[in-house]
């Protein structure tokens, strides 16, 4: 059974930082590009950051210069770095796992960033 399971949201204050987590199981996690996306309410879910099997890195350019995205292969986790957070990172975060185009994605069910002005 395929599981990622999120943590390390909560509540912060514009310019802080928070670090997420996304333990996985049941998946061959070194194989598996890793997306961060987050929704906020009223919004579209929207990609922040990923981090292919080789550990290529790409991220929004709302996030850029803030966020680091990183693995352990050996932990299988992926972790997202927030710092100087603004009042408009607020959203639930989630992580996703994908592979091949003939395979499903897997996603966690979220944790909550919420950045207070």
């Known amino acids: 059974q395929v599981q990622l399971v999120e943590s390390g949201g909560g509540l912060v204050q514009t310019g802080g930082s928070l670090r997420l987590s996304c333990a996985t199981s049941?998946?061959?996690?070194?194989?598996?590009?890793m997306d961060w996306y987050r929704q906020a309410p009223g919004n579209r879910r929207e990609l922040v950051a990923f981090?292919?099997?080789?550990?290529?890195?790409n991220y929004a350019d709302s996030v850029k210069g803030r966020f680091t995205i990183s693995r352990d292969n050996v932990k299988n986790t992926v972790y997202l770095q927030m710092n100087s957070l603004k009042p408009e990172d607020t959203a639930v975060y989630y992580c996703?796992?994908?592979?091949?185009?003939?395979?499903?994605?897997?996603w966690g069910q979220g944790t909550q960033v919420t950045v207070s002005s």
């Open positions: 996703n796992a994908r592979r091949f185009s003939n395979e499903p994605n897997y």
């Open positions: 981090i292919t099997s080789r550990s290529n890195t």
């Open positions: 049941g998946i061959i996690f070194s194989s598996y590009t």
